[in-house]
């Protein structure tokens, strides 16, 4: 178990609707990264919150946002989402520059 | 995005074998990471390499951070079923630049 929590596991929702996928970082990670996997396209970093402000941004669509709260949760909002948003959402956490820790993913499925 | 070219794509040994994997860039990083992946689950830590020439091992498991800090290798002695996964090297430039991924090289064994 790495100690971070995503909800929910599987979703199953129709275009051009709109989710939110959450987690929660191992206690005391204050960096929190979004990631993208989609079938034969590895791990494609979405984005960084640190200590709940944006640190770093990659390849992360205009109708996908996130934020990290006080508590240091954080969500991923989807919207507007397309058939090619099916994936696995992974969120990771860290301390500073430590590896990053992953949780099980929440699996997309968009009909 | 940029990412890390890591080969084999994909291997099928016989249990009791040997397996080696790596990943080259182009780009100099500071860290590399060694993860894998079960079905179902987020991407686990094997192996942290912080050093040019660094070797370290984790029971049967050997990698190798490159002289040049541009590659990384992994291997696997004496393989067994519940390798089976797909493994994923990744590498950090350090500052806020996120972590990039390989895209995986998913391993079989057959027994």
């Known amino acids: 178990d790495s100690g971070v929590t995503q909800t929910p596991k599987h979703l199953i929702t129709a275009t051009g609707q709109r989710v939110t996928l959450r987690c929660s970082p191992r206690s005391g990670d204050l960096s929190v990264y979004w990631y993208q996997q989609s079938l034969d396209q590895g791990l494609q970093f979405l984005i960084q919150?640190?200590?709940?402000?944006?640190?770093a941004k990659g390849n992360i669509l205009e109708r996908f946002s996130a934020q990290q709260f006080p508590d240091l949760h954080s969500e991923l909002n989807l919207s507007s989402l397309e058939l090619g948003d099916s994936a696995l959402y992974f969120c990771a956490s860290s301390v500073a520059n430590s590896p990053l820790h992953f949780g099980n993913g929440t699996r997309l499925t968009v009909t | 995005g940029q990412q890390l070219n890591q080969s084999p794509q994909s291997m099928f040994i016989q249990e009791g074998e040997d397996v080696s994997m790596n990943c080259t860039s182009s780009s100099i990083f500071n860290t590399w990471l060694w993860y894998k992946q079960d079905p179902g689950e987020g991407p686990v830590l094997l192996i942290a390499?912080?050093?040019?020439?660094e070797l370290t091992s984790n029971g049967r498991l050997t990698a190798q951070f490159g002289i040049t800090r541009k590659d990384s290798f992994l291997n696997i002695s004496a393989s067994i079923p519940s390798d089976v996964g797909i493994y994923f090297c990744?590498?950090?430039?350090?500052?806020?630049?996120?972590?990039?991924f390989g895209k995986g090289t998913r391993l079989s064994v057959i027994a």
């Open positions: 990744a590498g950090l430039k350090g500052g806020n630049t996120p972590l990039v």
């Open positions: 390499l912080y050093k040019a020439g």
């Open positions: 919150y640190y200590n709940g402000e944006e640190r």
